[in-house]
């Protein structure tokens, strides 16, 4: 993993309408701007090792989601978990799988 990380999400927020959340930071623990999202204004991010890394987003002071990420061995495949609350105080979990193309 190099020292600065940018991530790009493109998808839909709850109400349905189109997300474009960006933010470019470190992996030094500190908070980092992030526009676009509706659950957070910054993003903290730490290198765990070669193939892991863990992130905390933030609204203001609060904790909204953290996460952990892992890439495999090979390369090819990635999982990130995810445990947060959402804007109206829900509790949420989930993992994705993502497969190198």
């Given at each position: 993993?190099?020292?600065?990380?940018?991530?790009?999400v493109?998808?839909?927020?709850a109400?349905?309408?189109p997300?474009?959340?960006?933010?470019t930071g470190?992996f030094?623990?500190?908070?980092?701007s992030?526009?676009g999202d509706l659950?957070?204004?910054?993003?903290s991010?730490r290198?765990?090792?070669d193939h892991t890394l863990?992130?905390?987003?933030?609204?203001g002071?609060?904790?909204?989601m953290?996460?952990?990420?892992?890439?495999?061995?090979d390369?090819?495949?990635?999982?990130?978990?995810l445990?947060?609350?959402d804007?109206?105080g829900?509790?949420?979990?989930?993992?994705a799988?993502?497969?190198?193309q």
């Open positions: 993993m190099r020292d600065n990380v940018k991530v790009t493109d998808g839909t927020h109400d349905c309408k997300a474009h959340i960006e933010g470190k030094d623990r500190k908070d980092y992030v526009t659950n957070a204004d910054t993003r991010c290198k765990v090792n863990t992130f905390t987003n933030k609204k002071d609060q904790v909204t953290s996460g952990r990420g892992v890439v495999s061995a390369g090819k495949t990635r999982t990130v978990a445990t947060g609350t804007s109206t829900k509790k949420n979990t989930s993992t799988v993502y497969d190198k």
